[in-house]
């Protein structure tokens, strides 16, 4: 078993900037990988960013250029470093990792789910 805390939500204003934090306890003496997903009020949740053990990097469209995400293997720990933020970006953070396979944006292959840190971003 996997436990995944998120922390680093709460209200912020168009434009401004916030950072998220996941920290992973629990198996993780091997490598996997971890994503960030978000999902507003709705909708479906929806891919945000991932990191593999490699720190190899992936974005969804939508945040390219904006959102910064990181790991450290040793602390299990991973960030999300959100600029630029809109009402777009508004909704629910949730942390998650896979330990099945190559890193993806598809919310099934992930095994394990924090329980989500709520972003607001004000017009």
């Known amino acids: 078993q996997v436990q995944l805390v998120e922390s680093g939500g709460g209200l912020v204003q168009a434009g401004g900037s916030l950072r998220l934090s996941c920290v992973a306890s629990g198996r993780t003496s091997v490598t996997y990988a971890l994503g960030w997903f978000r999902q507003a009020p709705g909708k479906e949740r929806e891919f945000v960013a991932a990191i593999a053990w490699s720190r190899s990097t992936y974005y969804a469209d939508s945040v390219k250029g904006r959102f910064t995400i990181s790991r450290d293997n040793a602390k299990n720990t991973m960030s999300l470093q959100m600029n630029s933020l809109s009402t777009h970006d508004t909704g629910v953070y949730y942390c998650?990792?896979?330990?099945?396979?190559?890193?993806?944006?598809?919310?099934?292959?992930?095994?394990?789910w924090g329980q989500g840190t709520q972003v607001t971003v004000s017009s």
């Open positions: 998650a990792a896979d330990f099945r396979g190559p890193t993806t944006a598809n919310p099934r292959d992930y095994d394990y």
